[in-house]
Protein backbone atom coordinates (compact mmCIF):
# COMPACT_ATOMS: atom_id res chain seq x y z
CA UNK A 1 0.00 0.00 0.00
CA UNK A 2 2.91 2.29 0.99
CA UNK A 3 4.59 1.88 -2.69
CA UNK A 4 1.28 2.31 -4.36
CA UNK A 5 0.95 5.85 -2.41
CA UNK A 6 4.31 6.82 -3.03
CA UNK A 7 3.76 5.97 -6.92
CA UNK A 8 0.46 8.06 -7.25
CA UNK A 9 2.57 11.18 -5.09
CA UNK A 10 5.06 10.82 -7.76
CA UNK A 11 3.12 10.68 -10.58
CA UNK A 12 1.31 13.47 -9.53
CA UNK A 13 4.44 15.54 -9.09
CA UNK A 14 5.23 14.47 -12.36
CA UNK A 15 2.02 15.34 -13.83
CA UNK A 16 2.28 18.99 -11.99
CA UNK A 17 5.73 19.48 -13.19
CA UNK A 18 4.54 19.18 -16.79
CA UNK A 19 1.22 21.32 -15.98
CA UNK A 20 3.61 24.28 -15.31
CA UNK A 21 7.06 23.93 -17.02
CA UNK A 22 8.45 26.81 -18.22
CA UNK A 23 7.45 27.52 -22.01
CA UNK A 24 9.09 28.55 -24.09
CA UNK A 25 12.40 26.51 -23.06
CA UNK A 26 13.93 26.55 -26.65
CA UNK A 27 13.51 28.72 -30.41
CA UNK A 28 10.34 28.49 -31.36
CA UNK A 29 10.03 28.39 -34.91
CA UNK A 30 8.09 31.56 -35.71
CA UNK A 31 7.05 31.02 -39.96
CA UNK A 32 6.09 34.54 -41.70
CA UNK A 33 3.69 33.67 -44.70
CA UNK A 34 5.14 36.43 -47.03
CA UNK A 35 8.75 37.25 -47.99
CA UNK A 36 10.95 39.52 -45.78
CA UNK A 37 10.38 43.60 -45.75
CA UNK A 38 6.48 43.55 -45.07
CA UNK A 39 4.63 44.35 -42.39
CA UNK A 40 4.58 40.54 -41.18
CA UNK A 41 8.17 40.49 -40.68
CA UNK A 42 8.79 43.68 -39.65
CA UNK A 43 5.90 43.33 -36.41
CA UNK A 44 7.87 39.77 -36.11
CA UNK A 45 11.29 41.32 -35.86
CA UNK A 46 9.93 43.52 -33.36
CA UNK A 47 8.34 41.10 -31.10
CA UNK A 48 11.63 39.00 -31.65
CA UNK A 49 13.74 40.18 -28.41
CA UNK A 50 10.94 40.62 -26.08
CA UNK A 51 10.65 36.86 -26.59
CA UNK A 52 13.92 36.34 -24.70
CA UNK A 53 13.18 39.52 -22.62
CA UNK A 54 10.17 37.52 -21.01
CA UNK A 55 11.20 33.78 -21.60
CA UNK A 56 14.22 31.44 -21.98
CA UNK A 57 14.18 30.86 -25.23
CA UNK A 58 14.15 32.63 -28.48
CA UNK A 59 12.68 32.88 -32.28
CA UNK A 60 13.51 32.17 -34.91
CA UNK A 61 11.97 33.51 -38.14
CA UNK A 62 11.45 31.52 -41.25
CA UNK A 63 10.07 32.72 -44.22
CA UNK A 64 7.23 30.60 -46.53
CA UNK A 65 5.56 33.05 -49.12
CA UNK A 66 3.52 32.28 -51.53
CA UNK A 67 -0.23 32.57 -52.73
CA UNK A 68 -0.94 35.25 -50.60
CA UNK A 69 0.24 33.28 -47.26
CA UNK A 70 -1.69 30.36 -48.05
CA UNK A 71 0.78 27.90 -49.09
CA UNK A 72 2.21 28.23 -45.39
CA UNK A 73 -1.67 28.37 -43.81
CA UNK A 74 -2.10 24.94 -45.66
CA UNK A 75 0.72 23.55 -44.22
CA UNK A 76 0.72 24.86 -40.99
CA UNK A 77 -1.63 22.12 -39.03
CA UNK A 78 1.13 19.04 -40.25
CA UNK A 79 3.87 20.62 -37.92
CA UNK A 80 4.13 19.56 -34.42
CA UNK A 81 1.55 20.53 -31.77
CA UNK A 82 4.20 21.05 -29.00
CA UNK A 83 4.27 25.01 -29.26
CA UNK A 84 7.57 25.34 -30.69
CA UNK A 85 6.16 26.14 -34.17
CA UNK A 86 3.70 29.17 -34.42
CA UNK A 87 2.76 31.10 -37.85
CA UNK A 88 1.82 34.79 -38.30
CA UNK A 89 -1.86 35.02 -38.89
CA UNK A 90 -3.33 37.92 -41.09
CA UNK A 91 -7.26 39.30 -42.08
CA UNK A 92 -8.85 39.82 -44.05
CA UNK A 93 -6.75 37.11 -45.87
CA UNK A 94 -7.89 34.18 -44.09
CA UNK A 95 -11.62 34.75 -44.50
CA UNK A 96 -11.50 36.01 -47.66
CA UNK A 97 -8.94 33.37 -49.13
CA UNK A 98 -11.02 30.33 -48.77
CA UNK A 99 -14.38 31.60 -49.53
CA UNK A 100 -12.87 32.50 -53.12
CA UNK A 101 -11.85 29.05 -53.73
CA UNK A 102 -9.86 25.95 -52.05
CA UNK A 103 -6.68 27.04 -51.18
CA UNK A 104 -5.71 24.00 -48.73
CA UNK A 105 -6.80 25.25 -45.37
CA UNK A 106 -10.86 26.58 -44.05
CA UNK A 107 -10.22 29.39 -41.59
CA UNK A 108 -11.54 27.65 -38.86
CA UNK A 109 -8.76 24.98 -39.09
CA UNK A 110 -6.24 27.70 -38.39
CA UNK A 111 -5.93 27.91 -34.38
CA UNK A 112 -5.63 31.65 -33.97
CA UNK A 113 -4.37 32.27 -30.26
CA UNK A 114 -3.55 36.46 -30.40
CA UNK A 115 -4.07 39.20 -32.53
CA UNK A 116 -1.78 42.26 -31.82
CA UNK A 117 -1.85 44.70 -34.23
CA UNK A 118 -4.02 46.50 -36.70
CA UNK A 119 -2.44 48.19 -39.49
CA UNK A 120 -4.32 50.96 -41.66
CA UNK A 121 -5.09 50.89 -45.59
CA UNK A 122 -3.47 53.53 -47.43
CA UNK A 123 -2.60 55.16 -50.66
CA UNK A 124 0.85 56.08 -51.43
CA UNK A 125 2.26 57.45 -54.83
CA UNK A 126 5.64 58.15 -55.51
CA UNK A 127 7.24 61.73 -54.52
CA UNK A 128 7.33 62.65 -58.06
CA UNK A 129 3.40 61.58 -59.34
CA UNK A 130 1.64 63.92 -61.07
CA UNK A 131 -0.59 62.83 -58.42
CA UNK A 132 -0.32 65.54 -55.40
CA UNK A 133 -3.94 65.24 -53.83
CA UNK A 134 -6.91 62.16 -53.47
CA UNK A 135 -9.15 64.50 -56.24
CA UNK A 136 -6.48 64.30 -58.45
CA UNK A 137 -5.85 60.50 -58.42
CA UNK A 138 -9.60 60.37 -59.05
CA UNK A 139 -10.31 62.05 -61.89
CA UNK A 140 -7.32 60.67 -63.58
CA UNK A 141 -8.54 57.48 -63.39
CA UNK A 142 -12.55 58.38 -64.04
CA UNK A 143 -10.87 59.80 -67.61
CA UNK A 144 -9.08 56.98 -68.37
CA UNK A 145 -11.09 53.41 -66.42
CA UNK A 146 -8.22 50.71 -65.70
CA UNK A 147 -5.19 52.67 -66.59
CA UNK A 148 -4.29 53.76 -63.13
CA UNK A 149 -2.56 50.78 -61.53
CA UNK A 150 -1.63 49.92 -57.78
CA UNK A 151 0.44 47.36 -56.38
CA UNK A 152 -1.00 45.61 -53.42
CA UNK A 153 0.33 42.67 -51.23
CA UNK A 154 -1.56 39.53 -52.71
CA UNK A 155 -4.52 39.05 -53.82
CA UNK A 156 -7.53 39.38 -51.22
CA UNK A 157 -6.09 41.05 -48.59
CA UNK A 158 -6.48 44.03 -47.05
CA UNK A 159 -5.13 46.12 -49.51
CA UNK A 160 -7.18 44.25 -52.07
CA UNK A 161 -10.21 44.55 -50.38
CA UNK A 162 -9.57 48.65 -49.34
CA UNK A 163 -9.14 48.87 -53.80
CA UNK A 164 -12.25 47.37 -54.52
CA UNK A 165 -14.40 49.40 -52.01
CA UNK A 166 -12.57 52.43 -53.06
CA UNK A 167 -13.50 51.71 -56.55
CA UNK A 168 -16.99 51.55 -55.45
CA UNK A 169 -17.22 54.49 -54.05
CA UNK A 170 -15.27 57.09 -56.41
CA UNK A 171 -16.92 55.47 -59.14
CA UNK A 172 -13.72 54.46 -61.20
CA UNK A 173 -12.28 51.93 -62.33
CA UNK A 174 -8.48 51.03 -61.28
CA UNK A 175 -6.19 47.83 -61.94
CA UNK A 176 -4.73 46.10 -59.06
CA UNK A 177 -1.61 44.15 -59.48
CA UNK A 178 -1.22 41.65 -56.64
CA UNK A 179 2.47 40.88 -55.19
CA UNK A 180 3.96 38.52 -52.60
CA UNK A 181 3.73 40.45 -49.79
CA UNK A 182 4.61 44.58 -49.63
CA UNK A 183 8.48 44.37 -49.58
CA UNK A 184 7.69 43.68 -53.38
CA UNK A 185 4.81 46.02 -53.57
CA UNK A 186 7.23 48.62 -52.46
CA UNK A 187 9.66 47.96 -54.47
CA UNK A 188 7.44 48.00 -57.67
CA UNK A 189 6.12 51.32 -56.26
CA UNK A 190 9.44 52.91 -55.69
CA UNK A 191 10.14 51.58 -59.08
CA UNK A 192 7.35 53.18 -60.72
CA UNK A 193 5.86 50.22 -62.56
CA UNK A 194 2.81 50.92 -61.48
CA UNK A 195 0.83 54.25 -60.54
CA UNK A 196 0.88 54.28 -56.92
CA UNK A 197 0.13 51.68 -54.14
CA UNK A 198 -2.49 50.47 -52.05
CA UNK A 199 -0.24 50.03 -48.79
CA UNK A 200 -0.69 50.65 -45.02
CA UNK A 201 0.22 53.92 -42.88
CA UNK A 202 3.42 51.48 -41.60
CA UNK A 203 5.18 51.96 -45.81
CA UNK A 204 4.16 55.72 -45.86
CA UNK A 205 6.06 56.07 -42.24
CA UNK A 206 9.06 53.83 -43.81
CA UNK A 207 9.62 55.61 -47.16
CA UNK A 208 9.31 58.94 -45.90
CA UNK A 209 9.83 61.42 -48.50
CA UNK A 210 9.85 58.79 -51.19
CA UNK A 211 6.60 58.73 -51.17
CA UNK A 212 3.25 60.67 -50.96
CA UNK A 213 0.15 59.34 -48.95
CA UNK A 214 -2.87 60.61 -50.65
CA UNK A 215 -5.32 59.33 -48.05
CA UNK A 216 -5.55 56.85 -44.61
CA UNK A 217 -8.30 54.52 -44.03
CA UNK A 218 -8.47 55.37 -40.42
CA UNK A 219 -10.98 57.49 -38.28
CA UNK A 220 -8.58 60.36 -37.36
CA UNK A 221 -5.35 60.53 -39.20
CA UNK A 222 -2.46 59.03 -38.00
CA UNK A 223 0.06 60.66 -34.94
CA UNK A 224 2.95 59.79 -37.14
CA UNK A 225 1.52 61.22 -40.72
CA UNK A 226 0.12 64.42 -39.66
CA UNK A 227 -0.13 65.73 -43.41
CA UNK A 228 -2.15 63.00 -44.90
CA UNK A 229 -5.89 62.76 -44.66
CA UNK A 230 -8.44 60.37 -43.82
CA UNK A 231 -10.76 59.19 -46.73
CA UNK A 232 -13.68 60.51 -44.76
CA UNK A 233 -12.41 64.21 -44.58
CA UNK A 234 -12.26 63.75 -48.46
CA UNK A 235 -15.73 62.64 -48.57
CA UNK A 236 -15.25 58.92 -49.24
CA UNK A 237 -16.52 56.49 -45.84
CA UNK A 238 -13.85 54.35 -45.71
CA UNK A 239 -11.95 52.66 -42.68
CA UNK A 240 -9.91 49.29 -43.39
CA UNK A 241 -6.64 47.68 -43.07
CA UNK A 242 -5.15 44.33 -42.16
CA UNK A 243 -5.33 42.49 -38.68
CA UNK A 244 -2.28 40.12 -37.99
CA UNK A 245 -1.55 37.61 -35.04
CA UNK A 246 0.03 34.23 -34.66
CA UNK A 247 -1.41 30.57 -34.86
CA UNK A 248 -0.10 27.50 -34.04
CA UNK A 249 -1.24 23.54 -35.37
CA UNK A 250 -4.84 22.67 -34.70
CA UNK A 251 -3.26 19.41 -32.46
CA UNK A 252 -1.63 22.04 -30.15
CA UNK A 253 -3.04 21.29 -26.31
CA UNK A 254 -4.77 24.03 -25.09
CA UNK A 255 -2.39 24.60 -21.90
CA UNK A 256 0.42 25.42 -24.20
CA UNK A 257 -2.14 28.29 -26.68
CA UNK A 258 -2.93 29.95 -23.55
CA UNK A 259 0.63 29.57 -22.28
CA UNK A 260 1.59 31.13 -25.94
CA UNK A 261 -1.66 33.85 -25.72
CA UNK A 262 -0.73 35.17 -22.40
CA UNK A 263 2.99 35.79 -23.15
CA UNK A 264 2.14 37.64 -26.68
CA UNK A 265 -0.35 39.73 -24.64
CA UNK A 266 2.35 40.49 -21.98
CA UNK A 267 4.69 41.34 -24.84
CA UNK A 268 1.77 43.46 -26.38
CA UNK A 269 1.81 44.94 -23.64
CA UNK A 270 5.49 46.24 -22.65
CA UNK A 271 5.81 50.04 -23.67
CA UNK A 272 8.32 49.89 -24.91
CA UNK A 273 7.31 47.34 -27.81
CA UNK A 274 4.25 49.65 -28.01
CA UNK A 275 6.38 52.78 -28.84
CA UNK A 276 8.60 51.09 -31.03
CA UNK A 277 5.27 49.58 -33.34
CA UNK A 278 3.33 52.48 -33.25
CA UNK A 279 6.27 54.58 -34.37
CA UNK A 280 6.52 52.24 -36.98
CA UNK A 281 2.92 53.08 -37.77
CA UNK A 282 1.37 49.89 -36.49
CA UNK A 283 -1.81 50.41 -34.59
CA UNK A 284 -2.22 48.43 -31.41
CA UNK A 285 -4.99 45.78 -30.29
CA UNK A 286 -5.03 43.21 -27.88
CA UNK A 287 -7.47 40.19 -28.87
CA UNK A 288 -6.12 37.35 -26.65
CA UNK A 289 -6.98 33.27 -26.90
CA UNK A 290 -10.19 33.93 -24.29
CA UNK A 291 -11.71 36.45 -26.71
CA UNK A 292 -11.06 34.77 -30.15
CA UNK A 293 -14.27 33.07 -30.71
CA UNK A 294 -16.08 35.96 -30.75
CA UNK A 295 -13.62 38.55 -32.47
CA UNK A 296 -13.51 36.07 -35.25
CA UNK A 297 -17.11 35.44 -35.82
CA UNK A 298 -17.37 39.20 -35.81
CA UNK A 299 -14.45 39.20 -38.46
CA UNK A 300 -16.00 36.42 -40.44
CA UNK A 301 -19.36 38.21 -40.83
CA UNK A 302 -18.26 41.30 -41.80
CA UNK A 303 -15.94 39.70 -44.50
CA UNK A 304 -18.20 36.78 -45.79
CA UNK A 305 -21.03 39.89 -46.69
CA UNK A 306 -17.99 42.26 -48.18
CA UNK A 307 -17.16 39.02 -50.38
CA UNK A 308 -20.63 38.44 -51.70
CA UNK A 309 -20.63 42.35 -52.19
CA UNK A 310 -17.54 41.51 -54.02
CA UNK A 311 -18.81 38.69 -56.06
CA UNK A 312 -16.47 36.10 -55.09
CA UNK A 313 -17.91 33.78 -53.08
CA UNK A 314 -16.93 30.21 -54.90
CA UNK A 315 -19.57 28.70 -56.02
CA UNK A 316 -20.48 25.28 -54.04
Keep these: MKSLSKLVLVTMAVAAGVATAAYPEKTINYIISFGPGGESDISARLQEPYFKKYTSGSVAIQYKPGAGGATAWSQINSAPGDGYTIIGTNLPHIVLQPLQKDVGYKTDELANVYWFHFTPDAVVVPAESPYKTLKDLVAAAGKAPGATTFSGSGTNSANHLA ?154
Excluded at 183 to 201: D, E, F, I, P, R
Design 163 to 316: QQRFDKLAGIKTTYVPFKGTGASNTALLGKQVSGAWSYTTVSVQLGNQVRCLGVAMEKRHSKLPNCPTFKEQGYNLVSGAYRGIAVPKSTPATIQKQLSDLIGKINKDPEFIKKMEDKGFAMIDVPLSQMDAFMAERKAEYGAIAREMGIVKKK
